[in-house]
């Protein structure tokens, strides 16, 4: 048998046998109680407007669920009619991917609290940079040194220096930068008797080295301009010029050594 809500005038379909006298039910969608021997006046049917706005407003026809009527029976003794939607699920879902994030975001902290080395197995190439040791960041294998020269000349101020000249190839397959060598003067035996570093990049000529005094000599072999721009960036199989001068050497200078003391890798952009 049909019964339709007196408030929303949705339609229902309901065994015949709930049909009796005193029995109520509860509209699921607008939630009115009301008798199921309903009086003439709202059994009228309403017939359907033919304004398409109120499209939404035509009665709908619901079926009640099949099985046991006792499971229909609301609260207050009266009949639920259909079942509403439920959203518990959607809610629940939520909860339960936020409780998978925080787990997995706990997870990876305690990694990288009680793992960080495994963490940094996995950090991208330019982050692992950052964290090599200064053996490897600093590793001067194939810094190659060619066209050394040495000469004494003398100078009007100083009196004799030493001159040892060259240049540094990058032979790595990545730029390096400031490029350091050092040089070292020793006697007959083979024994070092002075010695001293130069950063690359700098030099004077030989009118320079006969007339400047020895302080001008080394504010010119460590200006900071000519090495920023003449030692950094050394792409690889380019060379940076270097010039090591000696004040006031020795007598007793019988060779001399160069090598390649330091080669930094360009900071990651």
């Not at 006298?21 to 059994?43: K, M, W, Y």
């Not at 518990?88 to 305690?110: H, M, N, P, V």
């Not at 010029?241 to 890798?265: C, I, L, R, S, T």
Request: charged share 25%.
């Amino acid at each position: 048998m049909h019964i339709t809500c007196p408030n929303c005038s949705t339609k229902f379909s309901l065994p015949d046998e709930m049909f009796k006298e005193g029995a109520q039910a509860r509209c699921t969608v607008c939630d009115e109680v009301f008798s199921l021997i309903q009086t003439p006046e709202h059994n009228v049917e309403v017939e359907p407007q033919e304004d398409p706005f109120v499209e939404s407003l035509e009665a709908k026809e619901t079926i009640a669920p099949e099985g046991d009527t006792d499971t229909l029976i609301g609260g207050e003794g009266t009949f639920g009619l259909g079942e509403p939607k439920k959203k518990e699920k959607s809610g629940k879902g939520c909860l339960i991917f936020f409780l998978i994030l925080t787990l997995l975001g706990g997870a990876c902290a305690g990694v990288w609290y009680l793992a960080p080395d495994l963490v940094k197995r996995f950090l991208p190439m330019e982050e692992k940079a950052e964290s090599l040791p200064t053996s490897v960041a600093n590793d001067v294998s194939r810094i190659s040194l060619k066209n050394i020269s040495q000469y004494y000349i003398t100078n009007e101020k100083i009196g004799q220096v030493f001159v040892i000249e060259g240049d540094a190839e990058n032979r790595f397959g990545v730029p390096k930068e400031l490029i350091k060598v050092e040089a070292t003067l020793y006697d007959a035996n083979n024994v070092a008797i002075a010695s001293k570093q130069q950063l690359g990049g700098s030099g004077v000529s030989l009118f320079q080295l006969q007339v400047l005094a020895k302080e001008e000599l080394a504010d010119a072999l460590n200006n900071k301009v000519e090495i920023l721009t003449n030692n950094t960036n050394v792409m690889p199989t380019k060379s940076v010029h270097f010039m090591v001068v000696f004040y006031d050497p020795p007598k007793n200078v019988a060779e001399f050594g160069v090598k390649v003391v330091e080669a930094k890798n360009p900071p990651i952009q």
